[in-house]
């Protein structure tokens, strides 16, 4: 392997990596559109770099939100009545 090749897979692992811990701490911090907006501008950015990890990691966020959001707005509606 080239060191030009190895030395872009470190630097695509280490962004991986960087967004993957910004999104840990967004999700974190319940801002779970912020998550998911970084995991989505590294997909645009890096459209072949971890492809499969991202695409999961995308659709895993997108159904947490969604269950989310109808759980608070169950609650919601509970507490209302």
């Known amino acids: ?11 695509d692992k280490a962004s991986f990596d960087e967004v993957c811990s910004s999104a840990a ?5 319940r ?12 997909q ?4 072949d ?8 990691k995308i659709s895993a966020l997108q159904s947490y939100i969604t269950d989310h ?3 608070s707005k ?3 509606k ?3 009545n």
């Open 1 to 11: 392997m080239s060191r030009r090749l190895r030395s872009q897979r470190r630097a």
């Open 25 to 29: 701490t967004a999700f974190g911090e």
């Open 49 to 56: 770099s971890h492809k499969e990890q991202i695409e999961v």
């Open 74 to 76: 169950f609650f919601e």
């Open 78 to 80: 509970q507490e209302t």
């Open 31 to 42: 801002r779970f559109d912020d998550a998911l907006a970084a995991y989505q501008a590294y």
């Open 69 to 71: 959001v109808e759980q």
């Open 44 to 47: 645009a950015a890096h459209p």
